[in-house]
């Protein structure tokens, strides 16, 4: 065992069940069934996790899941997977919810809710819920939890929070019923309490039932870290264990937290909380690290450490902290696009820095290796996928140089790292450096390569990873021949002149950022501005800031309302029409709308200048060696496929 994770790993007692440790993960969503959801939550019970819990899954026909908990059919698929974790020895829990006014239309014939007030995020009107549909909702729960338990799973976790059903009659902001079930808290809580009543008498009292609490609801006039305490000294005596997770579609990225929140951005609200309880306790908000579930544990401020995301990167971070190789954990950056963001915008859950999370049975976590041929590989450049392609090159035996054209690594991920709210998303890339050197890899820093270089080193692979520069010639979509007017003036700049990258930007407000491509580079250009104390008028092609992002609700909200609460102003659906030493003016395409808007400091974010040269003189004169290209230089745009083409390519090799 790790003394440097002596209170991690101190085994805990959980009503009838003793964990091996703290480390837990809470119910989050996958969108899997069968043996690819068994294997996601192998790869984590093998990687030495103490507790796992099944995503929320619904207890009533009304609002189905893909697990049918409604019904006994359940049965032998939880009777799977709970034998195939009991040989790793971690715990495996069913969440078990109904999401009330968050259940979407298109799932159900119907919404029902303590009241009729919409779900901002979902829409409808839900129906206010009988006496009788509430009777039928509470037996819904107990058969659900009984079910679990004729599963073989290792107990239930009642979902109480995250702005569903059973949240919604306890918010003051959702229920405003006037019969037994709204009022007072004993009243609001009455449907709860009904429902632990009914699931204890199903399940009886050896078996595991925990509940998951809001610790703040984010709604105006909902409930506070106050209100929260009483609730959960008011259920503690019926559960075995509390746990707390903050948020509402009210403020819907507070559930899922991304980079611009501190690390463990819960435990303040946690506090008020958990000082009054004697149940044990599970915490869970960008907690990253060992180190950091170590201090809350340490400190007394939780019991248990929910650590999710950092799990999806890598499942194999508890047994590598045990063992002493912290270094080698692959980390989580927090930027939500691979995991939540994918899992909503395509229904199919990912990661931007683990090529195998929600793949495990078809894809390896670790490189298969050797390969079969040890080959001398050139990796050209030493961005995100350049040093992907490097450090999986050399982990299946391959001679590999790294030669990069800067005098440091990193690539793009290591100017946008600089921008504020933003450092977290260097991790992986300082992690990557770590890798190669440790592996080997011989690099070659402020090299430009020419097919000169190639054919001295004869390599037998060559792989492009030369990225994007930007463009400096008016270029935007709207008028894809037309330069901008007055792009050339000195007041006009790119974004790496804005972080000092190839150019320094005199910055004098008010300034105008104009967002061709609705990614997070325009974001961080404002946000580096209004740092500065400019007022900033971010002008958008597209209608919303970040619009190409995916899921916006979860990665991109937060730097909305950042943005919004300064000297800030968003136009979108408009373009560039004419720059001039003072002012900006702007329009809407196919209209003759025509604003101007002054502006002393212009930064135009735009698309990129694929760096294909080399390729174009390589392929031009072929030699013995195999020619690739991965990452932006391909014309994708993005971390996540720069790392996903790089690991395919380098693993093929």
């Known amino acids: 065992m790790s003394h440097r994770y002596e209170h991690l790993f101190t085994p805990l007692q959980v009503g009838p069940l003793t964990l091996k440790n703290r480390i837990v993960r809470s119910a989050h969503g996958t969108l899997m069934t069968g043996e690819r959801l068994i294997a996601y939550h192998e790869a984590r019970a093998a990687g030495g996790v103490a507790l796992s819990t099944l995503e929320a899954t619904g207890v009533h026909a009304d609002a189905p899941s893909l697990i049918p908990l409604h019904s006994d059919e359940c049965i032998p698929f939880y009777r799977e997977i709970s034998s195939r974790m009991r040989p790793y020895g971690m715990a495996l829990l069913q969440q078990i919810y109904h999401p009330g006014s968050a259940t979407r239309p298109k799932k159900a014939a119907t919404q029902v809710s303590a009241s009729a007030i919409p779900n901002p995020m979902v829409g409808g009107i839900p129906t206010a819920m009988s006496t009788a549909q509430i009777h039928e909702m509470v037996e819904a729960f107990g058969a659900a939890a009984r079910r679990c338990r004729e599963g073989g799973l290792d107990g239930i976790d009642l979902h109480a929070s995250s702005g569903y059903l059973i949240e919604q009659f306890l918010s003051p902001a959702n229920n405003v019923r006037d019969d037994e079930y709204g009022g007072s808290l004993e009243n609001r809580m009455r449907f709860l309490m009904e429902i632990l009543d009914c699931i204890r008498a199903e399940v009886g009292r050896d078996y595991l039932v925990g509940i998951r609490l809001p610790n703040e609801e ?29 948020g509402s579609y009210w403020r819907f990225y507070k559930l899922l937290a991304p980079m611009d929140e501190p ?17 044990p306790t599970m915490v869970v908000g960008r907690i990253m690290t060992l180190d950091d579930a170590e201090r809350i544990v340490a400190d007394g401020a939780a019991d248990m450490v929910s650590m999710v995301r950092a799990l999806i990167a890598d499942p194999e971070l508890v047994a590598k902290s045990e063992r002493g190789e912290a270094h080698l954990v692959r980390p989580c950056i927090g930027s939500n696009v691979g995991c939540v963001g994918q899992l909503m915008s395509t229904g199919t859950l990912s990661c931007v820095v683990n090529v195998a999370a929600a793949r495990e049975t078809a894809v390896p976590f670790d490189p298969p290796g050797p390969a079969p041929e040890r080959k001398r590989v050139l990796v050209v450049g030493g961005g995100p996928a350049g040093l992907e392609a490097a450090r999986t090159a050399a982990l299946r035996g391959h001679e590999v140089h790294l030669y990069e054209a800067n005098r440091h690594l990193g690539g793009q991920v290591a100017i946008a790292a600089t921008a504020p709210h933003r450092s977290d998303i260097g991790a992986i890339t300082e992690w990557l450096t770590d890798e190669v050197e440790r592996l080997g890899v011989t690099i070659r820093l402020a090299t430009m390569v020419t097919p000169d270089v190639v054919a001295e080193l004869a390599p037998d692979e060559v792989i492009l990873a030369t990225g994007v520069s930007p463009r400096r010639d008016g270029f935007q979509l709207t008028t894809p021949v037309e330069p901008v007017p007055g792009h050339d003036l000195a007041h006009v700049f790119t974004s790496w002149d804005v972080f ?11 300034a105008l950022v104009y967002d061709d491509t609705g990614t997070f580079e325009a974001i961080s250009v404002a946000d580096r501005l209004l740092e500065a104390g400019l007022a900033v008028t971010m002008v958008g092609r597209l209608d919303a800031i970040g619009a190409t992002l995916p899921y916006p609700p979860a990665t991109v909200a937060a730097a909305k309302e950042r943005l919004m609460s300064g000297a800030f ?85």
């Open 500 to 510: 000092g990258f190839g150019g320094r930007a005199e910055l004098v407000g008010p």
């Open 569 to 653: 102003d968003f136009v979108g659906g408009h373009h560039l029409l004419e720059i001039h030493p003072d002012a900006v003016d702007i329009g809407v395409a196919f209209t003759d709308r025509r604003r101007t808007i002054p502006a002393s400091t212009v930064v135009i974010v735009t698309y990129g200048h694929p760096n294909r040269e080399l390729g174009e003189l390589l392929d031009a004169e072929p030699g013995a060696w195999a020619v690739h290209r991965i990452g932006d230089v391909t014309g994708t745009n993005g971390l996540l496929p720069a790392i996903h083409q790089a690991a395919a390519l380098a693993r093929a090799i």
């Open 263 to 279: 690390l463990a951005n819960e435990m303040p609200s946690n506090a008020v909380i958990t000082a009054g309880l004697t149940a």
């Open 218 to 246: 984010y709604i105006p006039g909902g409930l506070t870290p106050d209100d929260v305490a009483e609730i959960a000294r008011i259920v503690e005596p019926h559960v075995d264990y509390v746990s707390l997770h903050m």
